[in-house]
């Protein structure tokens, strides 16, 4: 089997390079960055750049399936022009693989894509499936939508599509890990708000391994990709201090604190949603972190 995956070279893409190798898949991949280019027997890199709708069509030559990564991060502060750069980053590279499938005539017969639990509402109290149909007013809940919306176009070519709604992703080196335990490890940590806001977490292993386990299995729909224990703000932030052996002794950070720190933002440490896991366990996926205590342990210990 050989699958093109857009984003390889990011986070989450990295180690599903990592986990496609290990199960004896071979990995093509697009970078916009002729310095990441490489051939070798199971790893061969085709340049792109969606920008200027320019893409290596030989990327396409052999692959079964596409894993889909691409996308600007949602960590930078959001100004008009980026947040440009956040949707058409999502939704115009999906247009421009879908437009060069067609004009070539390749056969691909399945597209998994990343997604985001930002497209459900924020709440305190709701437990989403993925048969939810409320759609997040929020800046990310309309990115979602639209994204979602994109990739379904992959349909009109033939290709069975899945997306994974991805939550919060814990990561040693990247993501949004680092930034949490910062002020932690300098005893300065504290939960935002009133800190009952669900996080649904993911570990990036975990992660990957869905998204290989996905085009093993041949998913179809919408699938969460988060791991079966969702915890609030505060659970969180007492986590990661007992295995960092740091204290907290300040009061929770006020939501206008964070505001006038990064602007509209500020909402990634605000929103709540309690994300259920069930569908993918019912495909036989099997979690290696299931709570959040051995997963920080992995990460930060």
């Not at 699938?223 to 969180?236: D, H, I, T, W």
Request: glycine share 8%; aromatic share 10%.
């Amino acid at each position: 089997m050989t699958v093109l995956i857009t984003g390889a070279t990011g986070l989450i893409g990295q180690e599903i390079v990592k986990q496609c190798h290990a199960a004896g898949i071979n990995v093509h991949y697009l970078t916009t960055s002729k310095s990441k280019l490489s051939t070798e027997p199971n790893y061969k890199g085709f340049y792109w750049n969606p920008n200027k709708n320019e893409i290596d069509h030989n990327c396409f030559k052999g692959v079964n399936s596409i894993i889909n990564m691409v996308g600007a991060s949602i960590s930078k502060r959001w100004t008009d022009a980026y947040k440009k750069e956040i949707l058409d980053s999502r939704t115009k590279t999906a247009q421009l693989l879908q437009d060069t499938i067609k004009a070539h005539n390749y056969n691909i017969e399945q597209v998994v894509s990343a997604s985001a639990i930002g497209i459900y509402p924020s709440s305190l109290v709701k437990y989403y499936e993925e048969i939810e149909t409320e759609i997040s007013d929020s800046f990310l809940g309309q990115v979602v939508d639209q994204w979602e919306a994109a990739v379904d176009g992959f349909k009109s070519l033939g290709c069975k599509v899945a997306k994974i709604r991805i939550g919060l992703v814990l990561a040693k080196d990247g993501g949004a890990l680092p930034e949490i335990v910062k002020p932690i490890k300098f005893g300065a940590g504290a939960a935002f708000g009133n800190g009952k806001q669900w996080q649904s977490w993911i570990h990036v292993k975990d992660l990957a391994s869905l998204f290989v386990y996905a085009i093993q299995h041949n998913f179809e729909g919408i699938y969460n990709g988060v791991a079966p224990n969702p915890v609030s703000n505060k659970e969180l932030t007492k986590a990661a201090a007992r295995v960092l052996k740091r204290p907290l002794i300040l009061p929770n950070i006020p939501k206008f604190v964070m505001k006038l720190i990064l602007g509209e933002m500020h909402i990634l440490l605000f929103e709540s949603q309690r994300v259920c896991s069930k569908k993918v366990e019912s495909e036989g996926f099997d979690f290696k972190f299931v709570n959040l205590r051995p997963a920080l342990e992995d990460l930060l210990a």
